[in-house]
């Protein structure tokens, strides 16, 4: 499995993001896809996942200004932010988890968020 992540870049606290995640090489429907970040210095934190039933999962500091959101058709999960914070600044990783069998846990190559003050 191969994921492609894009949509990083620099802009102004207050301001919008939106990620995408692209899930290849897959040959099982049944898997999540999420979102976790990691800023310099810190370990590496859940942001938000999705399921493919559409069941979603938020870290409690991005609720009501981070959405998450699957298009099963292409394998995709976006992440739509809002209301940026400096605090948000981060490398944002995309992984894939299957937790049934085969276990199945990828991560793709992270894209780079930075929210100026």
């Known amino acids: 499995v191969q994921l492609q992540a894009s949509g990083g870049g620099l802009v102004q606290a207050g301001g919008s993001l939106r990620l995408s995640c692209a899930a290849s090489g897959s040959s099982f429907s049944n898997y999540i896809l999420g979102w976790y970040r990691q800023a310099p210095g810190t370990e590496r934190e859940l942001v938000a996942t999705?399921?493919?039933?559409?069941?979603?999962n938020y870290a409690d500091f991005v609720k009501g200004r981070f959405t998450i959101s699957r298009d099963n058709r292409l394998n995709t999960a976006y992440l739509q932010m809002n209301s940026l914070k400096p605090e948000d600044t981060a490398v944002y990783y995309c992984?894939?988890?299957?937790?049934?069998?085969?276990?199945?846990?990828?991560w793709g190559q992270g894209t780079l968020v930075t929210v100026s003050s």
């Open positions: 992984r894939y988890l299957r937790r049934v069998t085969p276990v199945l846990d990828y």
């Open positions: 999705v399921s493919s039933g559409g069941t979603t």
